[in-house]
C-alpha cells in the first residue's frame, strides 16, 4: 500500500482488467452465471484468459501464468489473513514435491503484500511461485466463478489448456490426489 | 393434481440435491454483508452506536475492524469491545467476534440534524473453510437534536427479498 504505483504495476493492472474482462464475456457467452456459484460454468472452457495474466513475484518480477501451459496447472488465490488457506498449503507443497517432475504446477496467487507472503513463504518451506495480486487478482478470480469473492480459491488447468475444475474453500487432500491422478 | 406437483417438486429437489452434489464439496456460504450484517443508529446528537449482527458459523478479526465518519471526526478512538482470544501459528494471539457486538462513536464538530455516513470496514471468516476479504459498508443516518429522540436503526444491507412482496 506504501508503494507507489510504477507503470509495471499499472500495465499488470491493466492485464488483469483485461483478462478479466475476456474471462467474463467468455462466461456470459457459455451461459455461465456470475450467481449460480462457482465451478461448474467454466468448466471445460479455454484457460486462455487465464494464461495472460502476468503479476509479479515476490522480487518483483513479472511473471506471466502463460509460461506454465502444457502442465497440470493449479492456479491457488490465498492470503496470509486467511487461515484456512495457509492451511491447505502443506499438502500444496507435498504434491509439488512429488509430482513437480511429472508435470503438475501449483501457482499462488496472493491478496496479500510482498512482506508478509515472503515471511509466510519461508517459513512453509514454499516450493512453487507465489505471484503478488492485491486485491484487484479478487476480481480476477470472480471473473472464473468465484461468486463471493472470498478465499481460497483454486483453478485447475488440464495438460489442454482447459478448465478442469474450480473452487471456492479448502481442496481436501484426496480430492487433490484424485484430480492429479485423473489429469497429470 | 396435487400428488403430480408434489411428485414434480419431489423430482426437482432430487434433481437439486444431484446437481449439488456432483458440483463438488462447496459449502454454501453467505454474502459476506449478509454474514456480517451492519446497522448503525443515531442516539444521541453526538454520538452513533454501530452494530454487527455476525451470522452462525461465521466471525470478524477484532483489528481489522476499522471505523470512520464523514463529514466529522470521531472525538476519540473507537473503543472495541474485547473479543474472544484464538491462537493463530502466523500471527499469534488474535481477538475474534462472533454473534453481536457493538460499540459507539463520539462525534466532533458535528450539528444537530446533520447527516453522517458512518464507513466499517471488517475482515472475517466462515468456519466452513472460506474468508471474505475486508469489505466496507456504509450507512447514512441523521443526528437528532439536543435531548431528542434517537433515530431508527439503520441497516446497511437491505432486508432480503422475499417472494411475498
Known amino acids: 500500500m506504501t508503494r507507489p504505483f510504477s507503470t509495471r504495476r499499472i500495465l499488470s493492472w491493466a492485464g488483469l482488467a483485461?483478462?478479466?474482462?475476456?474471462?467474463l464475456s467468455a462466461g456470459l457467452y457459455f451461459g455461465g452465471s456470475a450467481d449460480r456459484g462457482s465451478g461448474a460454468d467454466l468448466r471445460g472452457k479455454d484457460a486462455a484468459a487465464l494464461f495472460?495474466?502476468?503479476?509479479?513475484?515476490?522480487?518483483?518480477?513479472?511473471?506471466?501464468?502463460?509460461?506454465?501451459?502444457?502442465?497440470?496447472?493449479?492456479?491457488?488465490?490465498?492470503?496470509?489473513?486467511?487461515?484456512?488457506?495457509?492451511?491447505?498449503?502443506?499438502?500444496?507443497?507435498?504434491?509439488?514435491?512429488?509430482?513437480g517432475q511429472r508435470g503438475l504446477q501449483f501457482v499462488g496467487i496472493a491478496i496479500d503484500d510482498t512482506a508478509k507472503v515472503e515471511a509466510f513463504a519461508a517459513e512453509l518451506g514454499l516450493n512453487y511461485p507465489a505471484l503478488?495480486?492485491?486485491?484487484?487478482?479478487?476480481?480476477?478470480?470472480?471473473?472464473?466463478?468465484?461468486?463471493?469473492?472470498?478465499?481460497?480459491?483454486?483453478?485447475?488447468?488440464?495438460?489442454?489448456?482447459?478448465?478442469?475444475?474450480?473452487?471456492?474453500?479448502?481442496?481436501?487432500?484426496?480430492?487433490?490426489?484424485?484430480?492429479?491422478?485423473?489429469?497429470? | 393434481m396435487k400428488s403430480s406437483i408434489v411428485g414434480t417438486l419431489t423430482s426437482a429437489l432430487v434433481a437439486l440435491t444431484f446437481c449439488s452434489s456432483v458440483a463438488g464439496a462447496e459449502p454454501k456460504l453467505l454474502e459476506p454483508e449478509r454474514a456480517f450484517a451492519l446497522s448503525v443508529q443515531a442516539v444521541d446528537e453526538k454520538t452513533v452506536e454501530v452494530r454487527f449482527a455476525i451470522a452462525h458459523g461465521y466471525y470478524l478479526y477484532r483489528e481489522k475492524m476499522k471505523f470512520a465518519v464523514e463529514p466529522a471526526v470521531l472525538a476519540s478512538?473507537?473503543?472495541?469491545?474485547?473479543?474472544?482470544?484464538?491462537?493463530?501459528?502466523?500471527?499469534?494471539?488474535?481477538?475474534?467476534?462472533?454473534?453481536?457486538?457493538?460499540?459507539?462513536?463520539?462525534?466532533?464538530?458535528?450539528e444537530p440534524g446533520l447527516k453522517v455516513t458512518v464507513k466499517a470496514e471488517s475482515q472475517g471468516c466462515a468456519d466452513a473453510g472460506v474468508c471474505y476479504p475486508p469489505q466496507v459498508q456504509?450507512?447514512?443516518?441523521?443526528?437528532?437534536?439536543?435531548?431528542?429522540?434517537?433515530?431508527?436503526p439503520v441497516a446497511a444491507t437491505p432486508a432480503r427479498k422475499s417472494w411475498f412482496n
Open chain 2, 138 to 152: 456504509s450507512v447514512t443516518v441523521a443526528l437528532p437534536a439536543p435531548g431528542g429522540r434517537p433515530g431508527a
Open chain 2, 77 to 110: 478512538p473507537p473503543q472495541l469491545p474485547p473479543g474472544a482470544l484464538k491462537d493463530d501459528p502466523f500471527f499469534g494471539t488474535v481477538e475474534t467476534y462472533r454473534g453481536r457486538f457493538a460499540l459507539r462513536l463520539p462525534l466532533a464538530s458535528v
Open chain 1, 52 to 99: 495472460g495474466v502476468a503479476l509479479p513475484d515476490t522480487k518483483g518480477r513479472e511473471q506471466s501464468i502463460g509460461q506454465w501451459k502444457g502442465k497440470l496447472l493449479v492456479v491457488n488465490f490465498w492470503a496470509t489473513w486467511c487461515v484456512p488457506c495457509r492451511e491447505e498449503m502443506p499438502e500444496f507443497v507435498k504434491a509439488q514435491q512429488e509430482f
Open chain 1, 18 to 23: 483485461l483478462a478479466g474482462a475476456i474471462a
Open chain 1, 132 to 184: 503478488i495480486g492485491g486485491y484487484g487478482a479478487i476480481e480476477l478470480s470472480r471473473s472464473f466463478g468465484n461468486r463471493l469473492g472470498a478465499l481460497p480459491f483454486t483453478i485447475v488447468v488440464d495438460r489442454a489448456g482447459r478448465i478442469s475444475h474450480t473452487q471456492l474453500g479448502p481442496i481436501k487432500e484426496a480430492q487433490l490426489r484424485a484430480i492429479i491422478s485423473q489429469l497429470l
